[in-house]
């Protein structure tokens, strides 16, 4: 294997990463003001997710940094066609980190509602917005022979990369709801319940239908690959132990499917990085867009180093704060 296709494959593993820990997150920041019907409900719910959304979104600045450092080109490429989607995509994030510590500073429930508001809309944007910039990888946009976008924000907007924006968004909401049964008590889990085993059979119709239209735009081949496969059995799994009151394993399946969605992507991608809708002979690839070859081997050195290291780390965040949230902790707020 070439380092150039090791680091693709670092790449694909960070965005599955951010997705899988990230998914939940944005799941609750667009449901805590469905589930949660009263201050303390949504403040449970927060604090579902309060000691762990910024670590989470840590994997998306790795992820676009990794890009950056590995394959220049193709970063360069990519984010400013995206130019405008980017900034889209980064007022969301600001809007939404903002609000987790915003939303309490005042003990209006207008100023709450503002915040709670904001909150879910970036959580929703968020969701969207990566996923439509991953579907245009595969879709194709125009890139032109010197690997320049010449198109506009219209040439973002096709169907495929908008179902793929649609796909993560009910994953999320999927995720979220589970997550959130798994760790709230009362009323707030048994909605958050419900709302999870009514979504799982649409996330599972939405899953097979996006690696479906994955593989045939990719022209790999008859059968789907190994990815592909998985995240449809992992979506059908999770719709019958949310059935079964498996909340724990159900939410196991949600992140497989989540993360064997986003590999089947960049699976049926490779060895492109980019596919140019102009000429697929302008199409950026592995070995065109890669930095050279000290560079990435002093990445890889640092990155064999430090990224057992960040996982242990964060697998001790999460043991940490593991115990449910329940809303009788919140009663006396108003």
Known sequence: MTLETFWFIVITVLWSGFFVLEGFDLGVGMLHGVLGRDEAGRRAAINTIGPLWDGNEVWLIVAGAGMFAAFPGWYATMFSGFYVAMVLLLFALIVRGVSFEFRGKRESARWRRTWDALMSGGSVLVAVLIGV????????????????????????????????????????????????????????????ARLARATAPVCGLAVLVFVGWTHAIAGQGVLPNLFQILAVIAAFAAAWLLREHATGWSFAATSVTIASTILSLFADLYPRVMVSSTNPAYSLTVQGTASGSYALTVMTVVTVLLFPVVLVYQGWTYYVFRRRVSTATFKQVR
Do not use: M, W
């Not at 796909?167 to 979220?176: E, I």
């Open 133 to 192: 910039a991953l579907g245009n990888l595969l879709h194709g946009v125009p890139i032109d022979s010197r690997q320049e976008f010449t198109g506009s924000l219209v040439d973002l907007l096709n169907p495929y990369s908008l179902f793929a924006g649609i796909t993560l968004l009910v994953l999320c909401v999927l995720q979220g709801s589970t997550f959130l049964a798994l760790k709230t008590t009362d009323d707030l889990r048994q909605r958050s």
